[in-house]
């Protein structure tokens, strides 16, 4: 059974710093993995989509990464901004129909 | 377009109640699905459909149906409502085969009494 996890669960940067999330999963039969950012009491806007044969993908200050046999992806942000301040969630596809397995996330807060 | 819509945004419920979460989406996806997310929990699968006519369960599929007449929605009933199932609803849409990038309505919030 696929298992996704988050680490850290919140942390917390000054402006400007460059930082990276980390997301693990324990099947490396994956068909994708999602990258998305969370505002509290919000939907989930997608980020970042790596499919299986990719390494890495990259949106402006964002760069995801996926190795799939070490089960590791990582999302990195570059010179972060206080409106970077949300709960980031990586979500593993099994196959091409639409299930995701979530991780349970990383809340980050970007002080000024 | 506007994506993936979902009513109401927020619903109160007595024990035994019965609702219909509704979802649409307007970029012709075949693939829709429900999640619900919980503190603690994430955001776990509860049914999904790879086109009209199709469902099918996820992780925690009980105590809740669907059914997928038309392309554009993928209504979730709640049967008898449970405080167990008191959360926040949220429905997803992708094109599946085309890398599957998955786009989420803003939720139902659900507080069930």
């Known amino acids: 059974k696929q298992e996704v996890t988050q680490i850290p669960a919140a942390l917390s940067v000054p402006e400007g710093e460059n930082l990276v999330l980390n997301c693990s999963f324990t099947d490396s039969a994956i068909y994708n993995l999602q990258w998305f950012r969370q505002d509290p009491g919000k939907g989930l806007t997608s980020l970042l989509l790596i499919q299986s044969s990719q390494r890495e993908q990259t949106s402006g200050r964002l760069n995801a990464s996926l190795d799939k046999s070490s089960g590791r992806s990582t999302l990195y942000i570059a010179a972060s901004q206080p409106g970077d301040s949300a709960t980031y969630l990586c979500a593993a596809g099994s196959s091409n129909t639409g299930k995701l397995i979530f991780g349970q996330g990383t809340t980050l807060q970007v002080k000024p | 377009n506007a994506g993936v819509t979902q009513t109401p945004k927020f619903q109160v419920l007595k024990t035994g109640q019965s609702m219909t979460l509704q979802c649409a989406q307007d970029m012709n996806h075949e693939y829709m699905s429900w999640y619900r997310q919980d503190p603690g929990m994430g955001l776990r699968l509860i049914h999904y459909s790879v086109g009209a006519g199709i469902t099918d369960q996820g992780e925690v599929p009980n105590g809740y149906n669907v059914s997928r007449s038309t392309t554009e929605d993928f209504p979730l009933r709640l049967l008898s409502a449970a405080p167990s199932q008191t959360s926040v609803y949220f429905c997803?849409?992708?094109?599946?085969?085309?890398?599957?990038?998955?786009?989420f309505g803003p939720g139902t919030r659900l507080t069930v009494l």
């Open positions: 997803a849409s992708s094109y599946g085969g085309k890398g599957n990038e998955q786009f």
